[in-house]
């Protein structure tokens, strides 16, 4: 079962390979400033692309090389590597003898590069032979035209997170399933994407896609191709294979490459760790396919290769700005929990796992363990595509997400979610006017609303009560994040929480003078406030004792007033309007009780003096 589950759950059927019919359509591959790579299906013979700057002088011309994808030879794919192009440059080029004539544009060289636009995608697998990818993206390429002009390179590159196929050794299906549906992007929008579960580490997939100038091994390496980055400008794009430690790898798919794992997770550590001291590199947006969190998919993505793995690495460095991914079919967004304390920034959580594979929806069958996590704060089983801009030259960012259909296609695509970042806007300013009360064993924690001042909206808060141990170090007692939304299977669970305050119990705790509690904001670009806290002395813990507040209620029905008490022994003394003591006792302990029935009804004075202070509680007993 749990094979069948990784493989995409019982409604994810898996093809015998059948004959796809195919044709020369270009397939761009691997976006640069001065190559491109033009693939395409042909015959058993060298083929050749004729290119150039002038449409009606295609006056350059470079031969292809070729390989059968499948051992029977049905699919034979071309490679022509075009190279010493022009940066930021339009080309014209054929593949078929003049036929067709296509265009292709070069990025800007990595010092001009400005802004790029480009789409992402996820899972566009389906056993109805493409019919709903091509849907989707009929709908994606209207979209386009209308909004960003009839042009064909208003986007610089299409990125896909894997699950090509069905059954990555089924080679008709990397056409059915994804270069014909697309067919009217391939020939002028190059592709980069990373391998999916259903792609099973298939030579195949690495026929078509080919990372060659990417790869983030050698050519000598068995690990070549299936890891990689891509610079562009300032930016660093990272492709992951998450696939490397499948658990339940022995039947449904071919041997792994032994020690893969583990130098993919070595070259990813040392690839951020270069980025992150690399003053030329500002901003790194990572992708793979496995799911490093779903409230879509079941709780197996716990124990995956990209939760345990791949996401604690991402998470380690501040310029790592989103990951997308893929798995969980449909779509869900949040923010990863802060790594440390210490954490200035977050990472945007993006599934965009809605290209065409069957939906995980809520409660189907094989997805009844769904749960409602804390780093997702929405999710949706629709079907959709995504645009993705990056202001390279002023460290910008902005994504869409437009849902075209859930069981029927809808008529026309629906914004659903948008999001930015923004490297430059400064981080909220931290909590003010941070008080506590502690009654017993609850503790509440409030400060002043949050600044409407700050450059970017609340999105989370988080409170923490601390204890410093004799050994300098601290100890979280209580650690609390939320988000201003929680919406889980449609419902937002968070409609009109207050972010400022949190009324927490701490059970068998006692607040003590190396005892402090802190808060701090999130906003919706995912920075976090330097702490407040509470007692403040510059380091946070307090050397004076806190005043713990005292609590009095009375029940009228019982006659009875209940006073809630700090730790230790109290002398409680209580008066009635007149200043006439009516009771003074020495308490022990955190609660005491007075039976009031015998005296008058009307104001009493409670006063409660612990530990050198002395607080004073008015209350009417009636």
């Keep these: 079962a749990a094979q069948v589950r990784e493989l995409g759950g019982y409604d994810n059927e898996i093809t015998p390979p059948t004959i796809t019919p195919v044709d020369a359509t270009p397939v761009l591959y691997d976006p640069s400033a001065t190559t491109a790579r033009v693939n395409w299906h042909g015959a058993k013979v060298a083929g050749e692309v004729k290119y150039g700057t002038d449409k009606s002088n295609l006056n350059k011309s470079v031969a292809s090389t070729f390989v059968a994808i499948d051992d029977d030879e049905d699919y034979i794919w071309h490679t022509a590597k075009l190279e010493g192009l022009t940066p930021n440059t339009l080309y014209y080029y054929t593949n078929d003898g003049g036929e067709h004539v296509y265009s292709l544009k070069t990025l800007p060289a990595n010092d001009k590069v400005k802004k790029i636009r480009f789409l992402t995608m996820g899972d566009s697998h389906n056993s109805d032979g493409g019919v709903r990818c091509g849907q989707i993206f009929a709908a994606a390429k209207k979209f386009i035209d209308e909004n960003y002009g009839n042009d064909p390179h208003a986007l610089d590159m299409i990125l896909h997170t894997g699950d090509v196929t069905q059954w990555g050794d089924n080679a008709g299906e990397y056409s059915s399933l994804l270069f014909n549906p697309l067919k009217e992007f391939t020939p002028y929008v190059p592709m ?19 990372n ?77 396919h496995e799911c490093p969190i779903s409230e879509l998919w079941y709780s197996g993505w716990k124990y995956t290769f990209t939760n345990e793995h791949l996401y604690p690495i991402l998470k380690k460095y501040s310029k790592v700005q989103q990951i997308t991914y893929g798995h969980a079919h449909g779509t869900e967004f949040g923010v990863s929990e802060p790594y440390s304390d210490e954490s200035t920034h977050d990472i945007f959580l993006f599934n965009n796992a809605h290209a065409g594979g069957y939906l995980d929806d809520w409660g189907v069958p094989g997805d009844d363990q769904q749960y409602d996590e804390a780093e997702i704060s929405r999710a949706m089983p629709e079907f959709g595509f995504n645009i993705g801009e990056i202001d390279i030259e002023n460290g910008r960012y902005n994504f869409k997400v437009y849902a075209v259909g859930r069981k029927e296609m809808y008529d026309a695509p629906v914004l659903r979610e948008e999001w930015y970042g923004d490297i430059k806007q400064a981080a909220p300013a931290a909590p003010k006017n941070l008080k506590l009360n502690v009654k017993g064993d609850v503790y509440t924690m409030t400060c002043d609303n949050y600044d409407a001042a700050n450059p970017g909206a609340l999105y989370s808060s988080q409170f923490q009560v601390v204890k410093k141990g004799a050994d300098g170090k601290n ?43 802190r808060a701090r904001f999130r906003d919706d670009n995912r920075k976090w406030s330097a702490w407040a806290a509470y007692p403040n002395t510059g380091t946070g813990i307090g050397s004076a004792v806190v005043e713990k507040k005292i609590g009095v209620f009375c029940d009228a029905a019982a006659k009875c007033m209940h006073v809630v008490l700090p730790e230790g022994k109290s002398e409680v003394t209580i008066a009635d309007i007149a200043g006439r003591v009516v009771l003074s006792e020495s308490v022990e302990g955190c609660k005491f009780s007075w039976n009031y029935s015998g005296n008058a009804k009307g104001a009493y004075v409670v006063t409660v003096a612990n530990g050198g202070k002395t607080q004073t509680v008015k209350v009417m007993a009636n």
């Design 475 to 517: 100890t979280v007692l209580l650690n609390v994040i939320r988000d201003y939304r929680n919406i889980y299977q449609d419902v937002d669970k968070n409609a009109g929480i207050n972010l400022c305050t949190l009324e927490q119990q701490v059970p068998g705790f006692t607040f003590d003078d190396n005892c402090f509690v």
């Design 192 to 210: 980069l994407a990373t391998i999916g579960n259903h792609d099973i580490e298939s030579p195949m997939f690495y026929k078509y896609f080919r």
């Design 212 to 288: 060659d100038d990417i790869s983030g091994a050698p050519a000598d390496s068995p690990d070549f191709g299936r890891y990689w980055s891509k610079r562009i400008g300032s930016m660093l794009l990272v492709g992951m294979d998450s696939w490397s430690y499948w658990p339940y790898d022995p039947v449904l798919a071919r041997d792994r490459t032994p020690g893969l794992g583990e130098r993919e997770k070595a070259w990813l550590d040392k690839t951020l760790a270069a980025a992150e001291a690399n003053p030329e590199i500002n901003m790194v947006f990572a992708m793979c």
